[in-house]
């Protein structure tokens, strides 16, 4: 099951933005909940007051004062929830660059269509089909199992591989070339592989993580760290 918010001050686009949802969720057998709201507040709220939603589609200007960027980011770095993925939509595409700090899911462009929510909903059926998948830590006859949509980053030192979470960094004794092809994950560095999802500040040479941790990009990875920051 999906829990889905739409907040958007237009009334017709919350109304089509929540029929093209239930339908995709007819055609594929998926039970879908959607909540919608006028008010970037009063979304805030319901969060607040414990609802987990899957989903949060977020018009980037909701009249007349309200800023989907700002309550995005507030989602992000004030209610600190970093799974939730967030699809800004709008009339004008020139804000989508400035919406990064919030890591959406994508950017949709008014009038949202049908074909535009299947795609979306594609995506996400992608990234959580991985990140309900563990990675398996095994230190002699114990095995933990850390879910990927918890982990941060991996990195390597001194032959050991170093799997860091919000809670703790575990370790054992692979390589991080072994970790090829994880969607959501991608390497800015010999000794790095970072979750694109708990990137909080994007530099050419360097990469600010949600925890605080400061992490290069080294000089082959560059171009391609440019243009995955670009397609976001």
Same mark, same amino acid.
């Given at each position: 099951?999906?829990?889905?918010?739409? =907040?958007?001050?237009?009334?017709?686009? =919350?109304?089509?933005?929540?029929?093209?949802?239930?339908?995709?969720?007819?055609?594929?057998? *998926?039970?879908?909940?959607?909540?919608?709201?006028?008010?970037? =507040?009063?979304?805030?709220?319901? *969060?607040?007051?414990?609802?987990?939603?899957?989903?949060?589609?977020?018009?980037?200007? *909701?009249?007349?004062?309200?800023?989907?960027?700002?309550?995005?980011?507030?989602?992000?770095?004030?209610?600190?929830?970093?799974?939730?993925? $967030?699809?800004?939509?709008?009339?004008?595409?020139?804000?989508?660059? &400035?919406?990064?700090?919030?890591?959406?899911?994508?950017?949709?462009?008014?009038?949202?269509?049908?074909?535009?929510?299947?795609?979306?909903?594609?995506?996400?059926?992608?990234?959580?089909?991985?990140?309900?998948?563990?990675?398996?830590?095994?230190?002699? &006859?114990?095995?933990?199992? $850390?879910?990927?949509?918890? +982990? $941060?980053?991996?990195?390597?030192?001194?032959?050991?591989?170093?799997?860091?979470?919000?809670?703790?960094?575990?370790? =054992? @004794?692979? &390589?991080?070339?072994?970790?090829?092809?994880?969607?959501?994950?991608?390497?800015?560095?010999?000794?790095?592989?970072?979750?694109?999802? @708990?990137?909080?500040? !994007?530099? !050419?040479?360097?990469?600010?993580?949600?925890?605080?941790?400061?992490?290069? +990009?080294?000089?082959? @990875?560059?171009?391609?760290? &440019?243009?995955?920051?670009?397609?976001?």
């Amino acid at each position: 099951m999906f829990n889905i918010a739409i =907040c958007d001050d237009d009334l017709n686009t =919350c109304s089509d933005i929540e029929k093209f949802i239930l339908l995709y969720g007819k055609i594929n057998n *998926i039970d879908i909940w959607v909540n919608k709201f006028s008010k970037g =507040c009063n979304l805030i709220k319901s *969060i607040v007051m414990g609802e987990e939603y899957d989903i949060i589609f977020l018009d980037i200007k *909701i009249y007349p004062y309200e800023f989907g960027s700002d309550i995005g980011n507030y989602i992000r770095n004030e209610l600190n929830n970093q799974i939730v993925s $967030i699809v800004y939509i709008s009339s004008h595409t020139n804000y989508a660059m &400035k919406l990064f700090a919030s890591r959406p899911l994508d950017f949709l462009e008014k009038p949202v269509t049908e074909e535009k929510i299947e795609h979306i909903f594609n995506i996400f059926s992608k990234i959580k089909n991985t990140t309900d998948i563990s990675f398996e830590i095994k230190n002699n &006859k114990n095995v933990k199992r $850390i879910l990927y949509k918890n +982990i $941060i980053y991996f990195t390597s030192k001194a032959r050991k591989l170093f799997v860091v979470t919000n809670e703790e960094t575990f370790s =054992c @004794y692979r &390589k991080l070339d072994d970790l090829n092809n994880i969607h959501g994950f991608i390497k800015i560095h010999k000794s790095f592989i970072i979750n694109i999802n @708990y990137v909080k500040e !994007y530099r !050419y040479k360097s990469i600010i993580m949600t925890n605080g941790d400061i992490l290069p +990009i080294s000089q082959p @990875y560059r171009t391609n760290m &440019k243009l995955v920051i670009e397609n976001l």
